[in-house]
C-alpha cells in the first residue's frame, strides 16, 4: 500500500511521530507554521478519516496518535521524489546525498556500511529476476 500525504499532513505527522500523542493544541505550538486551531483539527480528522491517526479521550479533548510508521510513509514519499525529481533514478537520488556538503564522514561511512552490506548481499540482479519469473517445476522450452 502506497501512503500519500500532502505537505501539511506530513507536518502533523512528523510531530506525533517526534512528540507521541498530542492534542490539536499541542500538534498546534509544535508546527513550525502558525495554523488556526481548526485547521489543524481538520487536517486531523482527514488523516484519521484515512486511517492514519487514532485518537483517545482525554476529557473533552482528543489525544491523537500516528497508526503508521514513518517508514512507511517514507517510502512511498522517497518514490514520488525519485519519480519526480530524478526522473526515475534512485542511484540519481543517491548521488544527489552522496555529493551533498552537508553529509559528515560519520555519514558518509554509515552510508559506505549499507553499501557494502548491500553488495555482499546482491545477486546478479538480471539472473536473479529471470530465476524468480520462472515458476517452480516448470522447465524452459525451446
Same mark, same amino acid.
Not at 512528540?19 to 507554521?33: I, K, M, N, Q
Not at 554509515?110 to 545477486?123: F, P, S, Y
Given at each position: 500500500m502506497r501512503i500519500v500525504l500532502t505537505e501539511r499532513e506530513l507536518d502533523i505527522m512528523a510531530v506525533l511521530w517526534e512528540? @507521541?500523542? $498530542?492534542?490539536? =493544541?499541542? !500538534?498546534?505550538?509544535?508546527?513550525? /507554521?502558525e495554523l488556526a486551531h481548526n485547521t489543524v483539527l481538520t487536517l486531523v480528522k482527514i488523516l484519521e478519516d484515512k486511517g492514519h491517526?487514532?485518537?483517545?479521550?482525554?476529557?473533552?479533548?482528543?489525544?491523537?496518535?500516528?497508526?503508521?510508521?514513518r517508514e512507511d510513509v517514507g517510502t512511498g514519499a522517497l518514490?514520488?521524489?525519485?519519480?519526480?525529481?530524478? @526522473?526515475? $533514478?534512485?542511484? =540519481?537520488? !543517491?548521488t544527489h546525498?552522496?555529493? /551533498?556538503r552537508r553529509l559528515?564522514?560519520?555519514d558518509l561511512e554509515?552510508?559506505?556500511?549499507?553499501?557494502?552490506?548491500?553488495?555482499?548481499?546482491?545477486?546478479d540482479e538480471p539472473a536473479a529476476r529471470a530465476r524468480s519469473a520462472r515458476r517452480p517445476g516448470r522447465r524452459d522450452r525451446a
Open positions: 512528540r @507521541g500523542p $498530542s492534542t490539536v =493544541a499541542e !500538534l498546534r505550538a509544535s508546527l513550525a /507554521d491517526v487514532g485518537h483517545t479521550e482525554e476529557g473533552r479533548a482528543h489525544r491523537f496518535h500516528p497508526l503508521i510508521a518514490g514520488r521524489l525519485v519519480d519526480a525529481v530524478f @526522473g526515475g $533514478s534512485a542511484e =540519481a537520488l !543517491l546525498f552522496v555529493r /551533498d559528515t564522514r560519520t554509515r552510508i559506505r556500511a549499507v553499501l557494502d552490506e548491500r553488495l555482499d548481499g546482491a545477486e
